[in-house]
C-alpha cells in the first residue's frame, strides 16, 4: 500500500493552522467553536442526505478537530478516535486478518505491544518485533504475508530513532503499509508521510491535547480507500472520539507548536544537565546524539527533537523509588506531553506487561526513568530533579521491578 499524492498545498504553516483551529469568523458567530454534543441529527425526510446523521459515526466537533489534524499533514481529514489505543485497534482490523504477520519495533509504547502479543495473536494474527533502527534487522524479517510494519521514533520510551524513508522503501517493496507512531513529536516537528508512511498516528491525550484533560486518538493518510476503510471500522466498533473531548483538544492544538518547541528547548537543557550527574548511568535525548544518527535525526525532525527525556540512575529500583519519593515539582504519573513536568518509570508502568526479556533487550532498566518537559521554568526543573538526586545511595541492585496493580 502507498500512499496518494496529497490533496492539499504543498506548504502549510502549522503555527496559523494551529492557532485558527476551531474559530469561527461570520457575524454574530462565536468565536470559539461550539460543542456539538448530540447523538443523533433531523432530515427532512426520509430521501435527505446530510453530512452527520449519528454521532457514532460521525460529529461536528469531532470533524472540526479530524480537519485541523489532516490540514497538518497536507493530508485527508484524520480519523478520531476515543484514545489512542482504539486508534491503533482500528488499523490492526482495518489492515489485518487471520494468517496475517506483522512486523512491529521492538521499543514502542506497551499498550502496542500488548495488543499485539496478548490479543492480535488470539486472531490468528503472528507479529516479529525487531530492532526498528537496523535496517537489515526489518529486511530479513519481511515475509510474504507481511501486511503491516509499526514503528514508533523516537521511540518509548528509549529515544531510538528508525530511518522512516529507508523502511518506506522496504514496506513497499514487500507490498505492506507503513504506519508510524508520531505521537513524541507531533506534525510540528515530523512528518511522517512526507517520509514515506503511509498512516501517522497519535495519541492526541499526549502532547496534541497537552493539558491532561481529555483522552483520544488519530490516525492520519493520504489514502483515500484506507481511510474510508478505517472509519468504517469506527463505525461498527462505536470507538470514535467524543464531542467534548475533540474541542478540548482542538482548544490544546492552538498551542501545540509554541508548547512542544519551548518543552523540546528545555528537555535539551535538563538533559545536558543529567549527562553530568554521577548518580545518573546514561542520558537519552535525539539533541545528544552523534554521528549518522544525529544525521538522522537533522533530517527527520523539524527543527528541534522533543520534549521527552530518558535517563538510566545507578542503583536500578532501589535508586527509581528513592528518586521519585523526593521529586516536588515534577509529578510521578504514567503520562507524557503534558504543560506539567512529568516522570514515568515504565518498567512498573507504561511498559509493565512488556516481557522481561524484551525489556531488558531494549534498554528498559529498573533504575530508566522517563521524563516529558513541561512549561515550568527550566532552573525549578533542574532543581528539583537536583534534590532528588542528592537523596539516592548510588548503589547497585539486583532487585527487579515489581508491576503496578493497574498499568495504562
Given at each position: 500500500?502507498?500512499?496518494?499524492?496529497?490533496?492539499?498545498?504543498?506548504?502549510?504553516?502549522?503555527?496559523?493552522?494551529?492557532?485558527?483551529?476551531?474559530?469561527?469568523?461570520?457575524?454574530?458567530?462565536?468565536?470559539?467553536?461550539?460543542?456539538?454534543?448530540?447523538?443523533?441529527?433531523?432530515?427532512?425526510?426520509?430521501?435527505?442526505?446530510?453530512?452527520?446523521?449519528?454521532?457514532?459515526?460521525?460529529?461536528?466537533?469531532?470533524?472540526?478537530?479530524?480537519?485541523?489534524?489532516?490540514?497538518?499533514?497536507?493530508?485527508?481529514?484524520?480519523?478520531?478516535?476515543?484514545?489512542?489505543?482504539?486508534?491503533?485497534?482500528?488499523?490492526?482490523?482495518?489492515?489485518?486478518?487471520?494468517?496475517?504477520?506483522?512486523?512491529?519495533?521492538?521499543?514502542?509504547?506497551?499498550?502496542?505491544?500488548?495488543?499485539?502479543?496478548?490479543?492480535?495473536?488470539?486472531?490468528?494474527?503472528?507479529?516479529?518485533?525487531?530492532?526498528?533502527t537496523d535496517i537489515d534487522d526489518v529486511a530479513a524479517t519481511l515475509r510474504p504475508n507481511t501486511r503491516l510494519v509499526f514503528v514508533e521514533t523516537p521511540a518509548n520510551p528509549?529515544?531510538?530513532?528508525?530511518?522512516?524513508?529507508?523502511?518506506?522503501?522496504?514496506?513497499?517493496?514487500?507490498?505492506?503499509?507503513?504506519?508510524?507512531?508520531?505521537?513524541?513529536?507531533?506534525?510540528?516537528?515530523?512528518?511522517?508521510?512526507?517520509?514515506?508512511?503511509?498512516?501517522?498516528?497519535?495519541?492526541?491525550?499526549?502532547?496534541?491535547?497537552?493539558?491532561?484533560?481529555?483522552?483520544?486518538?488519530?490516525?492520519?493518510?493520504?489514502?483515500?480507500?484506507?481511510?474510508?476503510?478505517?472509519?468504517?471500522?469506527?463505525?461498527?466498533?462505536?470507538?470514535?472520539?467524543?464531542?467534548?473531548?475533540?474541542?478540548?483538544?482542538?482548544?490544546?492544538?492552538?498551542?501545540?507548536?509554541?508548547?512542544?518547541?519551548?518543552?523540546s528547548v528545555t528537555a535539551t537543557t535538563v538533559a545536558a544537565w543529567l549527562a553530568d550527574q554521577p548518580a545518573v548511568r546514561a542520558v537519552h535525548h535525539p539533541s545528544r546524539?552523534?554521528?549518522?544518527?544525529?544525521?538522522?535525526?537533522?533530517?527527520?525532525?523539524?527543527?528541534?527533537?522533543?520534549?521527552?527525556?530518558?535517563?538510566?540512575?545507578?542503583?536500578?529500583?532501589?535508586?527509581?523509588?528513592?528518586?521519585?519519593?523526593?521529586?516536588?515539582?515534577?509529578?510521578?504519573?504514567?503520562?507524557?506531553?503534558?504543560?506539567?513536568?512529568?516522570?514515568?518509570?515504565?518498567?512498573?508502568?507504561?511498559h509493565a506487561d512488556v516481557p522481561i526479556e524484551q525489556r531488558r533487550a531494549v534498554g528498559i532498566t529498573d533504575g530508566l526513568l522517563r521524563l516529558s518537559a513541561g512549561l515550568?521554568?527550566?532552573?525549578?526543573?533542574?532543581?528539583?530533579?537536583?534534590?532528588?538526586?542528592?537523596?539516592?545511595?548510588?548503589?547497585?541492585?539486583?532487585?527487579?521491578?515489581?508491576?503496578?496493580?493497574?498499568?495504562?
Amino acid at each position: 500500500m502507498t500512499s496518494s499524492p496529497s490533496p492539499r498545498s504543498a506548504s502549510v504553516d502549522p503555527d496559523l493552522l494551529c492557532a485558527r483551529a476551531g474559530l469561527n469568523a461570520g457575524d454574530g458567530e462565536p468565536l470559539v467553536g461550539a460543542i456539538v454534543q448530540s447523538t443523533t441529527f433531523c432530515r427532512s425526510d426520509v430521501d435527505s442526505t446530510c453530512t452527520h446523521q449519528y454521532s457514532r459515526v460521525s460529529n461536528p466537533t469531532v470533524s472540526t478537530l479530524e480537519d485541523a489534524l489532516g490540514g497538518l499533514e497536507r493530508a485527508l481529514p484524520a480519523a478520531c478516535f476515543a484514545t489512542g489505543l482504539a486508534a491503533e485497534t482500528a488499523l490492526f482490523l482495518a489492515l489485518l486478518k487471520q494468517g496475517d504477520h506483522v512486523v512491529c519495533g521492538r521499543s514502542v509504547y506497551g499498550g502496542t505491544t500488548r495488543l499485539l502479543r496478548q490479543v492480535l495473536c488470539d486472531f490468528g494474527v503472528e507479529t516479529t518485533f525487531v530492532d526498528a533502527t537496523d535496517i537489515d534487522d526489518v529486511a530479513a524479517t519481511l515475509r510474504p504475508n507481511t501486511r503491516l510494519v509499526f514503528v514508533e521514533t523516537p521511540a518509548n520510551p528509549t529515544l531510538d530513532l528508525t530511518d522512516l524513508r529507508a523502511v518506506a522503501d522496504l514496506t513497499h517493496a514487500a507490498g505492506a503499509c507503513l504506519a508510524v507512531d508520531n505521537t513524541f513529536l507531533t506534525p510540528v516537528l515530523q512528518q511522517p508521510l512526507d517520509l514515506g508512511a503511509d498512516v501517522s498516528i497519535y495519541s492526541t491525550t499526549k502532547f496534541i491535547e497537552g493539558h491532561s484533560t481529555s483522552l483520544g486518538g488519530a490516525l492520519v493518510t493520504r489514502d483515500d480507500a484506507l481511510l474510508q476503510r478505517l472509519r468504517f471500522i469506527r463505525k461498527c466498533t462505536g470507538a470514535i472520539q467524543s464531542p467534548l473531548n475533540a474541542w478540548l483538544t482542538v482548544q490544546g492544538l492552538r498551542t501545540l507548536p509554541l508548547r512542544i518547541r519551548h518543552q523540546s528547548v528545555t528537555a535539551t537543557t535538563v538533559a545536558a544537565w543529567l549527562a553530568d550527574q554521577p548518580a545518573v548511568r546514561a542520558v537519552h535525548h535525539p539533541s545528544r546524539l552523534t554521528g549518522a544518527p544525529r544525521d538522522l535525526a537533522e533530517r527527520q525532525h523539524l527543527g528541534a527533537h522533543g520534549a521527552v527525556v530518558t535517563f538510566d540512575l545507578r542503583g536500578g529500583i532501589d535508586a527509581a523509588r528513592t528518586f521519585t519519593a523526593h521529586l516536588t515539582l515534577c509529578r510521578v504519573v504514567e503520562h507524557v506531553g503534558a504543560i506539567d513536568t512529568l516522570i514515568t518509570h515504565p518498567a512498573t508502568m507504561t511498559h509493565a506487561d512488556v516481557p522481561i526479556e524484551q525489556r531488558r533487550a531494549v534498554g528498559i532498566t529498573d533504575g530508566l526513568l522517563r521524563l516529558s518537559a513541561g512549561l515550568e521554568p527550566v532552573d525549578a526543573i533542574i532543581a528539583d530533579l537536583d534534590r532528588a538526586l542528592r537523596a539516592i545511595r548510588a548503589e547497585p541492585t539486583t532487585q527487579e521491578a515489581r508491576p503496578c496493580v493497574a498499568t495504562t
